[in-house]
């Protein structure tokens, strides 16, 4: 059932993001369409463009986004709110997510990555 409910939600994750894009490009599209031409005299532009516009977009005014780093601060400062209780279920947990098997304390930190 565990795979089943991941793929389930990776689909979803993807629909969601596949309807997300297509409906913000429409959107610039239409604004652009609507705004440009008359405001600035350019030329309108179709939905590729509008894609290719939100990702130039991105790229210029947000940059390439650091989720790795926020990823680890979020899990450190979690980790020191921890109680040692909790610590061995999250790692327990963790080992047996990942196919590995009860979590044992004498494991070497070699094995464990």
Same mark, same amino acid.
Request: with cysteine; net charge positive; hydrophobic share 45%.
């Given at each position: ?13 993807? #629909?969601? =993001? +596949?309807?997300?894009?297509? @409906? ?8 652009? *369409? ?13 939905? #590729?463009? =509008? +894609?290719?516009?939100?990702? @130039? ?8 986004? *650091? ?15 921890? =109680? ?30």
């Amino acid at each position: 059932m565990h795979g089943r409910f991941r793929k389930r939600n990776w689909f979803r994750f993807a #629909l969601l =993001a +596949i309807v997300g894009i297509a @409906l913000a490009s429409l959107v610039v599209m239409l604004l652009w *369409n609507w705004l440009a031409p008359a405001v600035f005299g350019l030329t309108k532009i179709h939905y #590729l463009q =509008a +894609i290719g516009l939100l990702i @130039l977009s991105r790229i210029l005014f947000r940059g390439q986004p *650091n989720i790795r780093g926020h990823w680890r601060r979020h899990m450190e400062q979690r980790w020191q709110e921890m =109680a040692p209780e909790e610590r061995e279920n999250f790692r327990a947990g963790m080992w047996s997510c990942w196919g590995r098997g009860k979590y044992d304390e004498s494991t070497p930190k070699e094995e464990a990555k």
